[in-house]
T-cell receptor, first 112, second 114 residues
Framework: GQSLEQPSEVTAVEGAIVQINCTYQ??????LSWYQQHDGGAPTFLSY????GLEETGRFSSFLSRSDSYGYLLLQELQMKDSASYFC?????????????FGTGTRLLVSP | SQTIHQWPATLVQPVGSPLSLECTVE??????LYWYRQAAGRGLQLLFY??????ISSEVPQNLSASRPQDRQFILSSKKLLLSDSGFYLC?????????????FGEGSRLTVL
């Protein structure tokens, strides 16, 4: 099976930078995705890394190291609205990569 | 543009009653479709996924079932609900193939079984 590990909770203050880590174990790899979910809402896609390195999208960046089976989501210039849960996810090779497996999620709390 | 809708948004059902949640996708053809469940404060558990009409893969043995009667319609059902079926149910779609890790989620259906 596939498994992903994330810290359960991270706290930070407005304007700061925070990094949310994700380590994964999978028998085959086809990219690491990140999702954001506000309380009571549906997850929304943030980023996708298929190759090693850093992908930047505005205040959010995502990094991948395939040799370390590790990635992280970097949030800069934190705002109160960034308080949410963040999930990393990989596609499951046992299903022809049709199925997306999610990590347990990291709850980010941004304080003033 | 593509859109996904699921309903109802909220429902409260007694134990032993039936369930039907419906999800439709517009603006795309032959999508992969998914049903996830999320317990309060927890992660996303995949229940079913479908790569085509009538093709359903079940991830968790339970009293729920799914059907895909049309290309862009996905239905989650139960004949008799259990207390443990309470949760936030999310329908999602992705393009067929495995180009990216992007899933598009519906607004969710919050089910409370009493």
């Amino acid at each position: 099976g596939q498994s992903l590990e994330q810290p359960s909770e991270v706290t930070a203050v407005e304007g700061a930078i925070v990094q949310i880590n994700c380590t994964y174990q999978t028998s085959g790899f086809y990219g690491l995705s990140w999702y954001q979910q506000h309380d009571g809402g549906a997850p929304t896609f943030l980023s996708y890394n298929a190759l090693d390195g850093l992908e930047e999208t505005g205040r959010f960046s995502s990094f991948l190291s395939r040799s370390d089976s590790y990635g992280y989501l970097l949030l800069q210039e934190l705002q109160m609205k960034d308080s949410a849960s963040y999930f990393c996810a990989v596609r499951d090779p046992d299903t022809g990569f049709q199925k997306l497996v999610f990590g347990t999620g990291t709850r980010l709390l941004v304080s003033p | 543009s593509q859109t996904i809708h699921q309903w109802p948004a909220t429902l409260v059902q007694p134990v032993g009653s039936p369930l039907s949640l419906e999800c439709t996708v517009e603006g795309t053809s032959n999508p992969n479709l998914y049903w996830y469940r999320q317990a309060a404060g927890r992660g996303l558990q995949l229940l079913f996924y479908s790569v085509g009409i009538g093709q359903i893969s079940s991830e968790v043995p339970q009293n729920l079932s799914a059907s895909r009667p049309q290309d862009r319609q996905f239905i989650l059902s139960s004949k008799k609900l259990l207390l443990s079926d309470s949760g936030f149910y999310l329908c999602a779609w992705s393009g067929s193939g495995r180009a990216t890790g992007e899933l598009f989620f519906g607004e969710g259906s919050r089910l409370t079984v009493l």
